[in-house]
């Protein structure tokens, strides 16, 4: 069971905060340059798009287990009714959920290392993008990538911070289905911080709330997969309403298999319990043995399962057979992919490696030409000084007659013409000077600040003279992926084995309830309903009042 959100109102000031700074933090016109030339050294002799391809393809984009939010749009503070950037809010929440439990961390993509990298960029701002002579759409599909790459990588429960899924939203077309179709997540694991939107009826609250329906559903274009005409549905009598939900939300579920590339065609006749869709795709699948009726429900492994509940129990079970099989040839792929990439010495680590070479050369040759431009600051600063000077020694010679100073072979009016003349060379070195200053420090910030650039040097001095060892290092750092990956497709592969037979057995359940004459059905039915009911109060009486988590 999910813990229930709750957005207190610290949490709503904290994240005015973190958007007030990232605002604060956002980049002048000359910063966006400074942005784009810092992306382009980063990627060296590639073309800017193909850098930023291959690094969402690579980063780092994990979470906690748990620990997932997504985000999008904005909502209004519940306080001052000003609008605050669900990014912001679901900061916040993840700050707050880690503080009061470090052992249960939730984060945000922009926080993982390969967001935090990304972050940095400024792409969400058009004048990088136009700096970088990048199209817009482009970036986006970029931006597509890393979510999806995020969503995929996603273990346990999803936090989304936003009322709904918007159709012109990432969350709807990217990172929502990538969730689903994620063994280790799933719909049934998402949870919506936020309430339904005002649209939505009031009387469909309910009905529509949960995260798994949310989830699934959307109310702004009747052309995409799950819409709900919630006027509509309105109209429809309460158990009508259910029906009809279930069957937008199955549509979801069969479009999601069949993007994962799984779902297999029905049988046409009607039988009591579907065959198992995954099962033909699952490598030697264990042969269903039939067993005689095996006495007492409470024995058999399946058998505290309501009858009501035995399809949604094998429809489950077919799913998660299937979207671990997904599973498990996607990390075969990228398994696959890593290792060409590997063979051809360009595998992440090594990459990385060589973007690090890039990037503390960019720093060394940024402290080099910040001492430059200091030195020619102070430069003009003494032709300042130097002309404030020469207007000293005219001060005296402006004080004498014009008749002296035609002996001297000039005149006052052209000893003050000399003083302006001086007085306007040393404003405009001081001006000079000033203009190198903040080259310099462009370039110290881009060096990292003094420190930053010794630190630099010295690393690049390392790396420099141990490159074949540092080669070396990451090339097996890189073999040590793609055995990882081997490793969790195997794993995978055997969850879906498992689930492929926990479908079986269920159906082998179903079967044998079958066979059994009236009144032993209805008494297993009525016990199992007593044992449900006294779980159901167990449960409550162990888990108390909600913490508001």
């Known amino acids: 069971m999910s813990r229930r959100v709750q957005l207190v109102p610290e949490m709503w000031d904290r994240a005015v905060d973190l958007q007030r700074q990232r605002e604060a933090r956002r980049p002048d016109d000359a910063g966006v340059q400074r942005c784009a030339e810092r992306l382009r050294s980063l990627a060296g002799d590639q073309d800017v798009l193909d850098y930023l391809w291959q690094r969402a393809e690579t980063m780092d984009l994990s979470s906690p287990f748990d620990g997932a939010t997504l985000w999008a749009w904005r909502s209004r503070h519940p306080s001052t009714g000003d609008f605050v950037g669900n990014r912001y809010v679901a900061q916040a929440w993840a700050e707050h959920v880690t503080r009061l439990d470090p052992t249960r961390p939730a984060t945000v993509i922009h926080l993982t290392p390969g967001g935090t990298e990304m972050d940095q960029h400024w792409l969400n701002d058009r004048r990088t993008i136009e700096a970088l002579d990048l199209d817009p759409d482009d970036v986006r599909e970029v931006w597509d990538r890393l979510s999806e790459r995020y969503a995929e990588n996603i273990h346990g429960r999803t936090v989304v911070f936003s009322d709904h899924a918007h159709t012109a939203a990432i969350l709807y077309s990217t990172e929502l289905p990538a969730v689903r179709r994620t063994p280790d997540a799933g719909a049934d694991r998402i949870a919506f911080a936020h309430p339904p939107p005002e649209k939505i009826p009031a009387a469909l609250h309910a009905l529509l709330e949960p995260g798994p329906v949310r989830a699934r559903i959307q109310i702004d274009d009747p052309a995409l997969p799950g819409y709900v005409d919630t006027a509509a549905l309105l109209r429809l009598a309460p158990a009508e309403r259910q029906t009809h939900l279930a069957e937008v939300m199955a549509q979801v579920d069969a479009e999601d298999l069949r993007v994962a590339g799984t779902l297999r065609p029905q049988p046409q006749e009607a039988e009591p319990v579907a065959p198992n869709p995954a099962a033909a795709q699952l490598p030697d699948p264990e042969p269903e043995q039939r067993e005689p009726p095996v006495p007492g429900w409470r024995t058999r492994p399946h058998g505290m399962i309501r ?17 671990l099989e997904a599973g498990a040839r996607n990390r075969a792929a990228e398994a696959r992919r890593l290792h060409e990439t590997v063979q051809r010495g ?3 680590a090594t990459r990385a490696l060589e973007q690090r070479r890039a990037a503390l050369t960019t720093r060394v040759d940024a402290a080099a030409a910040a001492t430059a431009a200091r030195d020619a600051a102070a430069e003009q600063y003494a032709l300042s000084r130097q002309a404030w000077q020469d207007i000293h020694q005219l001060a005296e010679p402006a004080q ?29 070195a001081v001006a000079e000077a000033q203009r190198h200053e903040r080259r310099a420090a462009d370039h110290d910030q881009l060096a990292g600040g003094i420190d930053g650039s010794a630190a630099a040097a010295a690393e690049l001095e390392d790396l420099t ?12 750092r890189d073999l040590g992926a793609e055995h990882d990956l081997h490793q969790r497709a195997d794993t995978t592969l055997e969850q879906a084995k498992q689930a492929a037979r926990d479908a079986a057995a269920l159906r082998g359940e179903a079967r044998l309830r079958g066979t059994l004459d009236q ?20 449960e409550r009486d162990r888990d108390g009042p909600s913490l508001g988590l």
Do not use: F, K, M, Y
């Open 465 to 476: 003279q141990r490159w074949d060892h540092h080669t070396d290092d990451a090339r097996q």
């Open 400 to 428: 004498q007659d014009a008749h002296t100073l035609r002996e001297a072979g000039t005149s006052p009016e052209e000893i003050a013409a000399r003083r302006q003349r001086l007085r306007d060379a040393a404003r405009n």
């Open 307 to 323: 009858t009501a509940d035995l399809p949604t129990a094998i429809a489950a079970a077919d799913r998660a057979a299937a979207q």
């Open 346 to 348: 360009q595998g992440p």
């Open 519 to 538: 009144a032993t059905a209805e008494r297993e039915e009525a016990e199992r309903e007593e044992v449900s009911r006294e779980a159901a109060a167990a």
